[in-house]
């Protein structure tokens, strides 16, 4: 089983970036699909990025499209979620996720059985 513990998040203004880790322990991830999220409050969690980690092939949603990039580093066992152009609207939790299906993109939070538990980001405008 895989745990996940995200870091990074925090407040920061329009314009500005972040950028969020996910670091795994207990299984290595090149055996998983891999996922960022979001839920703001009152709100569904959404998709935000995968990447596939066979091959590397990554797919974002629209919202973030050109703004988020999503990587992974196999050395130390973690992804990542760079942010730019933050916008008050990107303001949520941001999760990651894991699934081991290395060859696949998933985009929906069924998807998923590992969950981290989550890093706020705020963004002021």
């Known amino acids: 089983q895989v745990q996940l513990v995200e870091s990074g998040g925090g407040l920061v203004q329009a314009g500005g970036s972040l950028r969020l880790s996910c670091a795994a322990s207990g299984r290595t991830l090149s055996n998983y699909a891999m996922g960022w999220f979001r839920q703001a409050p009152g709100k569904e969690r959404q998709f935000v990025a995968a990447?596939?980690?066979?091959?590397?092939?990554?797919l974002y949603a629209d919202s973030v499209k050109g703004r988020f990039i999503i990587s992974r580093d196999n050395a130390k066992n973690t992804v990542y979620l760079q942010m730019n152009t933050l916008k008050p609207e990107d303001t949520a939790v941001y999760y990651c996720?894991?699934?081991?299906?290395?060859?696949?993109?998933?985009?929906?939070?069924?998807?998923?059985?590992?969950w981290g538990q989550g890093t706020q980001v705020t963004v002021s405008s």
């Open positions: 996720a894991a699934q081991p299906k290395p060859r696949e993109i998933l985009v929906r939070t069924g998807s998923y059985d590992y």
């Open positions: 990447i596939r980690w066979s091959g590397g092939s990554t």
